[in-house]
Nanobody
């Protein structure tokens, strides 16, 4: 299973970005799709996930980020609005298939004026 993430970049505080992550390979059924992030000098932090029709978010992004998926394309999205400098991190997508985690390569998001 391969995951290809895209959509990161530099944005000013208050701005928006949309991350995408497409899964490919031997995929029979993806149980969960989501995102983690890792800021410089910090541990990797879970951000959001989508499973079936349910979504979950870490408290710091609730109301600002929206996770969604396109099952036909095995793709997960993260719409990030009202971005803050503390959202600066490398964002990693992941999927869970048959209780196994697979990770993407990460995409850098920098929020700065």
């Amino acid at each position: 299973v391969q995951l290809q993430a895209s959509g990161g970049g530099l944005v000013q505080p208050g701005g928006s970005l949309r991350l995408s992550c497409a899964a490919s390979g031997s995929i029979f059924s993806i149980n969960v799709m989501g995102w983690y992030r890792q800021a410089p000098g910090k541990q990797r932090e879970w951000v959001a996930s989508v499973s079936g029709g349910s979504t979950l978010y870490t408290d710091s992004v609730k109301g600002r980020f929206t996770v969604s998926r396109d099952n036909a394309k095995n793709t997960v999205f993260l719409q990030m609005n009202s971005l803050k400098p503390e959202d600066t991190a490398v964002y990693y997508c992941y999927v869970i298939i048959m209780a196994t985690h697979y990770w993407g390569q990460g995409t850098q998001v920098t929020v700065s004026s």
